[in-house]
């Protein structure tokens, strides 16, 4: 158990029967009391709520396991996963990885979380490599102004790109934005 006032961003909680991960804390001082405004994220859901609470009550803080586990395939709504340890595989819905689908290789290995043996998120990294499949031309000239265009990436996600870059051509995206970084080939 932890109280309002031990609550920090990033930290996981059980609230009302459901899994929420901290996603902003704000710490408000009024004459009597304090006060702990809280944007949460529902794990399993995805969604984001927003709660304020007396700093003195407490919560039950969630312990998630982590294991590296192999994307492997989708079929529909549910990601297959599998455990790199005792080779298990396990789904997860698209509501549960939410924008991480995005971004998803087959083959990626990924950091994935579990809160009493109930796979509940992923953990993808910062940045992640992808093949354009489809982009417009550039025309002689356009490089020299610092515009965008859109490409359509080896996962499905269009993302905004320089010029430059032509399909077939290798990307790094950064998945907190989805905005382009770099050309890697």
Known sequence: MIS?????????IELDGELYQVV???????????????????IRAGHIIERTFQTTEKFIRARLDYRRMQYLYNDGNLYYFMDEENYEQ????????GDTVNYLKEGMSLEVSSYKDELV?????ITVELQVIDTGPAFKGDTATAGNKPAELETGITIQVPLFINTGDT??????????LERVS
């Open 121 to 125: 998120g992923v953990e993808i990294p």
């Open 90 to 97: 396990m789904p997860l819905s698209t509501t549960q990885l």
């Open 24 to 42: 902003e804390y704000q710490h408000i001082k009024m004459k009597r009391t304090a006060l702990a405004r809280l944007k949460l994220r529902d």
């Open 171 to 180: 990307i790094k995206v950064d998945t907190r934005s989805g905005s382009y």
């Open 4 to 12: 309002g006032s031990e609550v920090r961003k990033g930290i996981t």
